[in-house]
Each structure stands twice: as structure tokens, then as C-alpha cells.
């Protein structure tokens, strides 16, 4: 494999950033009904993103995606996505999930809006990022 130089043109298909806010993705793989963190990382985000110093993106991934659901009485803080949900859905772009997830036929109405991606675009998003936490 080939490595690239700063005189090396990019591959087309290789998006570059260019707003001056770094991207900051959160993503959320863990079970909201068995842990705090999921409603930990909703909280997170939106305190993070409120500052609007960075581009906060968040995903979910497996049994995360519950936390869209129109039921969360179940889930562990649910009151974090009760609160803070809606700040993140204030931004303009939707939450990202798993695209083919089965927890996802679980929803109900989702409370936010959401696009479902695959996991080779999900790659191409965190290769974009400047920072990743993990949940």
C-alpha cells in the first residue's frame, strides 16, 4: 500500500472537513436498559454541542437505538432523554443508527429524527471525526 504525501492527491471519494468546528461523535453501543451510559452520552452531547465550539454527532448502534423510542420509562435516567433528546433534535440533523438494527422495529414513534446508516458509512463519518467517544 501506497503511502500518501502531502503533494499526494486525495482518493475522490475521501470527504474533507470544511467548517472550522471540529466533529465530535459520539457513539452509543451500550444497553440503556441495563446501564446509565447511553442516557450519560445523550447528556453529554447536548452539553457539548450547546457551546456550539464543535459539530456533535451522535449514533446508536444495537440496543442503544431504544433510546429514541417513544417508551423510555424502562430505560435506566430516562429522564436524559426526556431532558435532552430534544436539544440535540434542535440542531437540524438527525441522530445516526445501525442501519438494519432489530431494536430498532421496537421504536414506536421515534422522538427524534434519525438516519440509518451502514457500517462502511459509519467508518467514513468516524474517519471525519476529531474526536470519538465511546459509550
Known sequence: MSQMTPTTPRPADVKIRTTARPLVLFLVTSDPRETHRPAEAIRVAAGLGTWKKADVRVYLRGPAIRALGEWVDDLMEEDN???YLPILREWGHPIWVQAGAVDA?????????YEAIDDVELSRRCAEASSILRF
Open 81 to 83: 432523554f426526556t431532558r
Open 105 to 113: 422495529a421496537d421504536l414506536g414513534e421515534a422522538t427524534t429524527p
